[in-house]
């Protein structure tokens, strides 16, 4: 579903992203782990064309991309991106925030995309949100509509970069709740994520960065149970402190 092959990314003369490579297979979850600084944003933001590339090549559902030809919106399409801090229109409802996107780029008829949206208000848990301003909101409730906005687009994949970092810790779990729904639902999606005991579960497979680079991918139990590099063995020691 997404496939990078040998992508390269530097800022400058900093090599952000050094021949990373990644399939994503259709209803898989990829969990992306590594200290600070280890370009797992970058990686995502690529995944989403926030960033050109330098090297490489990234497709989507088979069909590589071509940022000088293919039309970056209708690629933005198919990968959604639910980020940190959430993004919301403060000045538009909660069920606003959601059907924009829907009807301003999919061209999508108002009624149905709102009926959509509370749809989708419901599998997050916030129907009786829809009339409300995000600044009325708990931090997790904000990410939960961010999800919901994200799922909107019907996305192919969902990246998520750290969509819990922001949180104070007891709203964490309603977060990852609906994430986990999303993977039994058979949403495909690369996540970036400090909660380890949630990235055990929720993974298939997790891949480890640090600069710039893979160095170990495993599936989920034996990367947690028997890592075998020395960095994920250090990262893995220092993230369940
Ligand atoms: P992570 O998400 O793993 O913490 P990032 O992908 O955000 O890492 O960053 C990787 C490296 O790239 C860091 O050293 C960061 O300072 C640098 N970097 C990220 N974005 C930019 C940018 N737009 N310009 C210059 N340097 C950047
Ligand atoms: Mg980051």
Redesign the pocket.
């Known amino acids: 579903m997404l496939v990078a092959n040998k992508v390269s990314k530097s ?2 003369n ?1 090599k ?1 992203l050094d021949e990373v490579s990644l399939h994503v297979k259709p209803q898989e979850v990829v969990v992306l782990v ?10 995502l ?1 690529c995944f989403n064309f926030l960033e050109t590339i330098d090297e490489g090549v990234i497709s989507i559902d088979g069909k590589v991309i071509n940022t000088t030809k293919d039309s970056l919106p209708k690629i933005r399409e198919q990968v959604g991106m639910v980020f940190q801090h959430f993004n919301l229109f403060p000045h538009k409802t909660v069920l606003e925030n959601i059907i924009e996107a829907p009807i301003v780029v999919k061209k999508i008829d108002e009624q149905v995309a709102k009926e959509e949206a509370l749809i989708l208000l419901d599998k997050v848990g916030l129907r009786e949100k829809a009339d409300v301003y995000p600044n009325k909101l708990s931090g997790g409730q904000k990410q939960r509509v961010a999800i919901a906005r994200s799922l909107a687009m019907k996305p192919k994949v969902l990246l998520f ?1 750290e969509p819990t970092s922001a949180l104070d810790p007891e709203l964490v779990n309603e977060v990852l709740q609906v994430i986990k729904e999303l993977a039994k639902e058979g949403m495909t999606m690369a996540i ?1 994520t400090h909660e380890m005991n949630f990235a055990r579960d929720v993974a298939d497979r997790v891949l480890m ?1 640090h600069k ?1 680079k893979i160095i170990e991918e495993a599936p989920s139990e034996e990367f947690f149970s028997n890592p075998k590099n020395e960095r994920t063995k250090q990262f893995l020691q220092l993230v369940a402190l």
Do not use: A, E, N, P
């Open positions: 800022f400058g900093l952000v590594g200290s600070s600084g280890s370009g797992k944003s970058t990686m933001r970069d970036v960065l710039g």
